[in-house]
């Protein structure tokens, strides 16, 4: 857990799983599996004992009910909160003793395994619903890293209840078109990948997603780009229509 974070469209973190194992094309190069959990546990935090193992932490999971001060908060920001060994018993707790109670905060979930997340909502919490009635403070997401995981995920989060859903697409690998799922989506963040094996993306990628969701009217967080081999944070982009570069940070209203 971390009253803090060094993700931007985030102001804290809470993980209270860590570990994973990489399921994806984005998972190439992970962050966390490859370099900030090996790091932590090289510095004896007794947290990450378990390397890169799926580990759950319940204790840390209620620290939300100790802040007073309004938050979004990234929720697992180095496992996946809908991992297949994630026990459905831990996820109803959340959401029941922390995410309900904590309407002053928003809870951001990001997820690769959409399947996980949908059974979950529609079939594990439905004998719950009477304790679990107020989750307009959750944002949940998928990772959509090209546009093939863009279509097997979207179609899937289209379908689960949330006020604000959202795609992250990062790493970008790829020019990704969103158009068919401007109805109901309310946020796009995009990011080219970080990293000593970054895989650079020509910027005409990230200008056209950041066009597209202009013209959908969609709220767009640019988090970082390429420049050539450099990666350049929130950076000042152009795209048509425009007549000057500009930053792109912008948050769905809810």
């Known amino acids: 857990m971390s009253d803090n974070t060094s993700i931007p469209w985030a102001q804290a973190s809470l993980n209270f799983a860590t570990g994973c194992n990489k399921c994806s094309p984005g998972c190439a190069n992970c962050y966390a599996l490859d370099r900030t959990i090996p790091r932590l546990q090289a ?3 007794e947290k990450y004992r378990n390397g890169t193992k799926f580990t759950v932490h319940e204790e840390v999971m209620y620290e939300p009910l100790k802040w007073k001060k309004p938050r979004r908060i ?26 309900q109670k904590c309407q002053q905060h928003t809870f951001i979930i990001l997820t690769k395994r959409a399947d996980r997340m949908h059974r979950f909502f529609w079939k594990t919490l439905r004998p719950h619903i009477d304790e679990i009635d107020n989750l307009s403070n959750m944002w949940l997401g998928v990772t959509a890293e090209n546009q093939e995981m863009a279509d097997k995920r979207l179609s899937i989060l289209k379908g689960v209840p949330a006020k604000i859903r ?3 697409v990062e790493p970008m690998l790829g020019p990704v078109d969103l158009a068919k799922y401007a109805s109901w989506l309310d946020w796009i963040i995009i990011g080219g990948e970080s990293g000593p094996k970054q895989r650079v993306i020509p910027v005409k990628y990230v200008q056209d997603l950041v066009h597209q969701g202009k013209q959908m009217g969609i709220p767009v967080f640019l988090k970082q780009v390429h420049d050539g081999e450099r990666l350049v944070k929130e950076p000042y982009i152009w795209i048509p229509g425009e007549t000057e ?10």
């Open 43 to 45: 510095m004896g935090q």
């Open 74 to 99: 990234f929720v697992n920001s180095v496992s996946d909160t809908f991992h297949e060994e994630m026990p459905d018993e831990i996820l109803i707790k959340f959401l029941r003793d922390v995410v």
């Open 166 to 168: 959202f795609v992250s």
């Open 245 to 254: 570069h500009k930053q792109y940070l912008e948050f769905p209203k809810g």
